[in-house]
């Protein structure tokens, strides 16, 4: 299901700026849809390159740029500067916690904590539609 809305919110967004569409661009979609982790544009070229042996890290990278565009990911920069993409699509909304050590993310889906986030953006009058949030520290296993 996710993987035919990406496909066709990438289609949409390849027209509007007149790119043409590609098989390789789709199965980048296939499988940075199927990863259960958050992966950098490196961790997403060793998965493809095994399936398209012919395939560029600059191809994976771009494609990982116009699904940032498009809605289907997010590029979560991190203080080690490598950047780290996640689906958007098929996953529930959810924040991080990293660690500034070992680079590792922990997924929060809190309901309570995003009541306390809305209460905020209502104490301010801002009208919420969207957000982030990533805590830094020490995971157990490096604290």
Do not use: W
């Not at 490196?42 to 771009?62: C, N, Q």
């Not at 922990?106 to 309570?112: K, L």
């Amino acid at each position: 299901m996710a993987f035919a809305e990406g496909e066709r919110m990438l289609i949409e967004h390849i027209a509007k700026k007149e790119l043409r569409n590609s098989s390789s661009r789709s199965a980048i979609l296939a499988e940075f849809l199927k990863a259960d982790k958050h992966l950098t544009s490196e961790d997403l070229y060793k998965i493809i390159s095994t399936k398209i042996p012919t395939i560029g890290i600059a191809t994976v990278y771009r494609s990982l740029h116009l699904f940032c565009e498009c809605g289907i990911a997010r590029e979560l920069k991190m203080k080690d500067g490598i950047s780290r993409y996640e689906p958007l699509l098929g996953h529930e909304h959810h924040d991080h916690l990293v660690c500034r050590k070992c680079g590792k993310f922990i997924e929060i889906i809190d309901e309570e904590l995003e009541e306390i986030q809305k209460k905020i953006a209502d104490k301010h009058g801002f009208d919420l539609n969207n957000h982030k949030m990533e805590l830094y520290g020490l995971c157990s296993e490096c604290s």
